[in-house]
């Protein structure tokens, strides 16, 4: 179980949430809903850490002060990736590998490589890169790593579609597996493909959908 409650968040004087609400069980996949500039990419950013905000954290019956505390459990894919483009794709994912604290697992990412179509273009910078190539990458470097929550903000709008069906294969395996997942879509089918729950944000605050 993750909740988060009394979250309330300005970018300097543009206040973006104010005492909202959320909680979610293992093995959900919740959709994030909401206009332009509801606050969605923000939510992610602060979920995943790189935004702190005021908040209650509780996640497995204990309690946290920042997301910090459990930031080796959170994977985050964000709608632009942040990759190197003077490295090449394989050197990128090294990077991220030894960020991420990953080891052992050059056999799967190769298989995903394959999967994604991505293995003859390992050794090209990723300046050459198209988006849905750099999601791609950045997803893998994601998808090996050994986490409960898994925050993709747009996460299939970039792909083609068999890429698209990889994605929601892996997708369903973590959260078989107990994952949880928490993307954000302007894209109907996508929300009618992944979602098993949906949140709305409006007016600063998180509803759940019926
Ligand atoms: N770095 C920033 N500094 C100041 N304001 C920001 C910043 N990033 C986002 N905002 C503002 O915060 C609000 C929420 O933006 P956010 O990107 O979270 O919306 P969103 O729901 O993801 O929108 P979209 O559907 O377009 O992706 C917007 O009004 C936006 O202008
Ligand atoms: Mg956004």
Redesign the pocket.
Known sequence: MFEINNLSFS??D?N?FEKANFSVEKGERICLL??????????LRILSGSLNAEMEIRFNNNRYNSIREIIDKIGYVP?KPHLYDFLTGKENIEFLLNIFNVNNKWEEIQELCRKFNLHNDLDDLVKNYSLGMKHKLYLICILVRDIDILLLDEPLSSLDIDSQKIALEKFKLFTDKGGIIIF?T?IESIEQNIASTKYK?VNKKLYKLN
């Open positions: 970018y300097e543009k973006i909401g206009e332009n500039g509801a606050g969605k990419t923000t939510f709608d954000s302007h944000i």
